[in-house]
């Protein structure tokens, strides 16, 4: 069992820029591909980036060059930076472990609004 706990979301102006932090309960990034989704009002969960076992990295078309993935293998927290947030990033974000099973966090809201 995996828990996953996310943190660092709240409402930022439109340029803005917030980071996002998954903390894993227990070390799993040898074993578990790391990503981040997110889930705005009336849409489907989607991916918006994530980093493989061996550090590989793939980003939402929307999210490239604005948002980025990194994880601190001792801290186990992985990381979304997001910088030129627009008002279409307003969403909960969602940090997920996925192995044999998968496993979500509980979400954090991130709305960006002037």
């Known amino acids: 069992q995996v828990e996953l706990v996310e943190s660092g979301g709240g409402l930022v102006q439109p340029g803005g820029s917030l980071r996002l932090s998954c903390a894993a309960s227990?070390?799993?990034?040898?074993?578990?591909?790391m990503g981040w989704y997110r889930q705005a009002p009336g849409e489907q969960r989607e991916l918006v980036a994530r980093i493989s076992t061996g550090g590989k990295i793939n980003y939402a078309d929307s999210v490239k060059g604005r948002f980025t993935i990194s994880r601190d293998n001792a801290k186990n927290t992985v990381y979304l930076q997001m910088d030129s947030l627009k008002p279409e990033d307003t969403a909960v974000y969602y940090c997920n472990a996925r192995w044999v099973s998968d496993y979500w966090g509980q979400g954090t809201q991130v709305t960006v609004s002037s």
């Open positions: 227990r070390s799993i990034f040898s074993t578990h591909v």
